[in-house]
């Protein structure tokens, strides 16, 4: 028997039960980017027969969800790619500081900045210009001309803008909010009845004095963001995706976009353990007989091959190798 029932990220009292200690207190509201029957079920029949389940607080989760915009289980959300040049604050509406989160370096850290905060969702703050430019959603769904491996149409996105996309989430997700001003943007936000209100005058103070940064010379810009950014755009598969010099007060890159993001689970990095053959080990260390686990289930093959902080893109092929490991095994005994 091999169990290969995915992870526990789509059950929300397990992935409170085992919420990773350094993240501090689980937030109120975790959506569920995971699928619906990542329920962890089955481990709990593999514990009933004597399996380990172990490190199941290694687990991998976003933090810039959004609510799904048609739904198809409870919670159920969409992991955003944040664009870089926009502005990440704090629930208050102040910017997460003295390093600002800047998404695509170190996932972890980002749910652990935000986690930090007494209260833990945030958000981004855009402008049309950059969403139509940077604003990306993770996944096969929302990806469909990379998934249909339509390359003119995945091109065409890139080159110019996602509209697509963009007008879908402003029009149909709650999260997403719209002002030509920045008083307009706040009234949006604080209408979405959340536990703090955002004061205009805060967020104005602080897009501002981002802005102005970019009014400096290169040389003398002094914005971690903004290095990062430079840094970036000296690749060509980024430059063509991050915006350049963009001010988020633009006039030309109106209307003004707030985005409220939750953390939303994904997958895991702990489950059951194996041998290097997929066989599932009882607590003392030997295998059970007839047992596999592969894939996300076993954590990936034997608690996250990556490390906990492992690269985007890099899962799946711990699932495959696992299942081809303990797929050798069975055929070789039954030869
Ligand atoms: C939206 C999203 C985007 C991702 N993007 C990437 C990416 O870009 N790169 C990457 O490397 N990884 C990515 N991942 C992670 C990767 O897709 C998963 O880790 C991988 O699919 C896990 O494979 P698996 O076969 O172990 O489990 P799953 O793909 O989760 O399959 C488990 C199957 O078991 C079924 N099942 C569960 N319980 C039972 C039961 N009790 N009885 C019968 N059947 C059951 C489920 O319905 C499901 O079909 C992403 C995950 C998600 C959710």
């Known amino acids: 028997m091999v169990v290969a029932s995915g992870g526990i990220n789509g059950c929300d009292q397990k992935v ?5 200690p350094a993240w501090g207190q689980s937030p109120e509201v975790i959506l569920n980017g995971s699928h619906q029957f990542a329920d962890g079920l089955l481990h709990d029949a593999v514990t009933q027969v004597g399996g380990n389940v ?14 799904h915009p048609r739904p198809r289980k409870p919670r159920h959300g969409l992991s955003l790619v944040p664009p870089k040049s926009a502005l990440w604050m704090t629930a208050q509406g102040t910017r997460f500081g003295p390093e600002p989160l800047v998404s695509g370096y170190d996932t972890w850290e980002l749910v652990r900045r935000v986690c930090e905060q007494e209260q833990k969702y945030s958000w981004a703050i855009l402008n ?47 999260d997403f909010v719209t002002g030509s001003t920045v008083e307009e943007l706040a009234e949006k936000m604080n209408a979405l009845e959340n536990p703090v209100k955002v004061e205009a005058e805060t967020l104005l103070r602080e897009i501002s ?36 010099d963009q001010k988020i007060l633009d006039p030309k890159a109106m209307p003004l976009i707030a985005i409220r993001q939750f953390i939303i689970s994904r997958k895991s990095l702990g489950g059951i353990q194996t041998n ?59 030869v």
């Open 276 to 334: 290097l053959d997929g066989q599932v080990l009882g607590e003392e260390g030997y295998p059970i007989d007839g047992l596999f686990a592969v894939g996300e289930a076993a954590g990936f093959g034997g608690g996250g091959v990556h490390g906990q902080r492992a690269l985007e893109g890099t899962f799946l092929g711990g699932c495959v190798l696992t299942a081809r490991y303990a797929a050798q095994k069975i055929a070789g005994d039954l």
């Open 16 to 20: 409170r039960n085992h919420w990773q």
């Open 128 to 174: 049309r210009k950059i969403a139509l430019k940077e604003l990306a959603i993770s996944g096969a769904e929302s990806n469909p001309s990379v998934r249909d491996k339509k390359k003119l149409k995945f091109l065409k996105t890139i080159l110019f803008g996602n509209r697509e996309l963009v007008d879908d989430m402003v029009e149909n997700c709650v």
């Open 209 to 244: 004095a981002y802005d102005a940064q970019l009014d400096r010379p290169v040389k003398y810009r002094n914005d971690e963001q903004l290095r990062r950014i430079a840094h970036l755009r000296q690749y060509r598969g980024d430059r063509v995706r991050i915006a350049k």
């Open 54 to 67: 172990t490190h199941l607080e290694k687990m991998w989760d976003y933090a810039a969800g959004v609510h």
